[in-house]
């Protein structure tokens, strides 16, 4: 009659059960976390306003196979402890046991970080590469100290000189080229004589009757826009800007014909020589 394992066999092989069951649930809570990290790199896209051509799905397949992977190791040592315990109460001799799941789950594991190292670096390179062009366009956009305000047409360009200096040589400018100046607002000036504080701002109102008539008379709407402006203003940062209308936006504002467009598109080259 055989005699039936001891103690420290059916010990043992408990021991081998709830290791295959921690590695089981390890498999499962990182295939969890794998499957939720795709999500993850699509929130910080929206957050960062990135095009979302990237697709973050191949996560959701490598969390998925984990997870599996995870129940069935579960269940393999489940029925293996299962099978291992009966062959102890029979007082079967211990039999070589196979190599195969522990290996098995090891290379799957192997295969897994390293497709995911390279997924990682390949995501990793695309956004860098939108980080580069974006700061790319950005130096590009500073570099030439010229924006156009989003819907209101108007351009800035920044000045290397204070508010007043900036006003001063425009209107050294303006009396070169025989431009008349009507008037200098100056809106900082007024608001201090009410008690009122505001960076320095000014507003020059300027134009030519010669080249203002003929565009009123072909289309009179524009003498809402004439005469020209300037505004020279410093902004919180102490920067000092030169803010004109696009020539561009008053044509399409009002329907100028494109031979008359020359007689406004001057206020851009004052403003660049203004600012120099």
């Not at 315990?85 to 290996?103: I, M, N, Q, T």
């Not at 295969?111 to 700061?135: C, D, Q, R, T």
């Not at 009179?220 to 902004?235: F, N, Q, Y």
Request: hydrophobic share 45%; charged share 20%; aromatic share 8%.
């Amino acid at each position: 009659m055989s005699q039936r394992a001891g103690l420290s066999d059916y010990l043992a092989a408990e021991r081998t059960f709830l290791a295959w069951i921690r590695t089981g649930l390890a498999l499962m809570g990182f295939g969890f976390v794998v499957a939720r990290f795709g999500l993850f790199l699509q929130q910080l896209r929206l957050i960062d306003h990135a095009p979302s051509a990237a697709s973050y799905g191949v996560s959701l397949w490598f969390g998925t196979a984990l997870i599996a992977v995870g129940v069935a190791v579960n269940l393999s040592s489940a029925w293996r402890h299962v099978r291992l315990v009966r062959e102890l109460d029979k007082g079967e001799p211990a039999c070589s046991r196979s190599l195969a799941p522990a290996v098995a789950t090891a290379l799957f594991l192997a295969l897994v970080g390293l497709a995911m190292a390279i997924y990682l670096v390949f995501v990793k390179g695309s956004a860098n590469l939108y980080s580069e062009k974006n700061e790319e366009v950005s130096m590009a956009s500073v570099s030439s100290k010229e924006a156009l305000a989003v819907g209101k047409g108007i351009i800035e360009k920044s000045s290397n000189h204070s508010v007043d200096l900036t006003v001063e040589k425009l209107k050294n400018i303006l009396q070169a080229k025989g431009v008349t100046l009507f008037a200098l607002v100056d809106h900082s000036g007024e608001a201090e004589k009410v008690g009122m504080k505001m960076p320095p701002t000014k507003l020059l109102i300027f134009g030519s009757p010669k080249a203002g008539t003929p565009l009123m008379l072909a289309t009179p709407s524009i003498a809402i826009d004439l005469p020209l402006k300037i505004l020279v203003r410093e902004d919180g940062q102490g920067k000092v800007w030169v803010s004109y209308n696009s020539s561009d936006y008053l044509k399409e504002r009002h329907g100028l014909p494109q031979e008359l467009l020359q007689n406004i598109a001057v206020v851009e080259t004052l403003a660049t020589k203004a600012g120099e």
